[in-house]
């Protein structure tokens, strides 16, 4: 389960990466399964933190706010990988808020199939 996981979002990152302006990757196909792996423990671990300290926010805003909180995570997973050496990269808040709005619908996506797959 962790390694489709693994795999899920490495897939919805790099569709980020061809179609998110801002948001490149320049490396090869190891190092992206690591971006994916950052990406993954920041959002386990960071993100519902996150989302709770900014609870008022997100119900303030009808949880929009909650965007904003997935794209900070993904700009801090480029600032994590960079720092790496990854070679991941996002430009910008605007680039963050795009690139994760991109994996989110990716991912869920490719879960859906993934889950549909695993229970026939």
Do not use: Q
């Not at 801002?22 to 490396?27: D, K, N, P």
């Not at 519902?48 to 009808?62: D, H, Q, R």
């Not at 994996?103 to 199939?113: D, E, M, P, R, Y």
């Amino acid at each position: 389960m962790f390694l489709v996981r693994l795999l899920v979002n490495a897939a919805a990152l790099w569709v980020a990466t061809r179609i998110v302006p801002g948001v490149t990757y320049s490396g090869e196909v190891l190092p992206f399964l690591g971006v994916a792996l950052v990406f993954g423990i920041v959002n386990s671990f960071i993100r519902p933190v996150a989302k709770l300290l900014t609870l008022p926010f997100i119900i303030l805003t009808l949880g929009i706010f909650a965007l904003v909180v997935n794209g900070l995570m993904l700009w801090l997973t480029s600032s994590l990988s960079e720092s790496l050496g990854l070679g991941f990269h996002v430009s910008g808040f605007w680039a963050a808020l795009f690139g994760s709005l991109v994996v989110s619908i990716v991912g869920t996506l490719l879960w859906t199939f993934v889950r549909d797959d695993s229970m026939r």
